[in-house]
């Protein structure tokens, strides 16, 4: 499903969820905070407090998987799994990391990815129709659902790792030193 909201000044918002669990909901409310779960969103990080030692010091108390931290809403708001791989594949970082135990360089480089990977699909998705947004993000992501295919930047065989109730892809040149991570089919080890 996808949702466009169009405000009288001519912004406006799109939703879409498209994960297999229907998670979306819409509120329409005065006030944010009654919304249910709201007030535990993490930052918005294309707002413009959101720096690089921002994001440093919302990672460093983690010790989980880089790529769990990152799709996880109540630590940054509005990175789903297709976006969380592209990030980790423009920051040259494995989606296994830990996610407290970056170095600056690694920090910076994921600070940098991510903002252009989201400005990049802000931008992108403006103008285009609500019901067109699924293929258009999907034409644009370079290793998320594209498994076996060639990466754009290495030519190296993109790979996936699948989950009990989802997947991510990676190119091991670009981001795992070559290594093929294996399969783990326990959603526990994302969260
Ligand atoms: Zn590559």
Known sequence: ????????????????????????????????????????LGPD??????????LAALLAPESRL????????????????????????????SPFKNAGRL????????YEALRTTLTDAVERGRGVAAGHLKKEKKTNLRVHGKDGEPCPVCGDTIRSVNFADSSLQYCPHCQTGGKVLA?????????
């Open 183 to 191: 399969d783990r089919r326990l959603s526990r080890l994302l969260k």
């Open 45 to 54: 990080p294309l707002a413009d407090g959101f720096d690089r030692d921002r």
């Open 103 to 110: 170095t600056d360089e690694e920090t910076t480089a994921l």
């Open 1 to 40: 499903p996808a949702l466009r909201v169009v405000l009288d000044d001519g912004s406006g918002f799109d939703l879409t969820e498209a994960g297999t669990q229907k998670r979306l909901a819409v509120y329409v409310v005065r006030d944010p905070a009654d919304v249910p779960g709201i007030a535990r």
């Open 66 to 93: 880089l790529k769990g931290a990152l799709r996880d809403q109540s630590l940054i708001a509005g990175i789903g799994n297709a976006y969380s791989d592209e990030i980790l594949h423009a920051a040259r970082l």
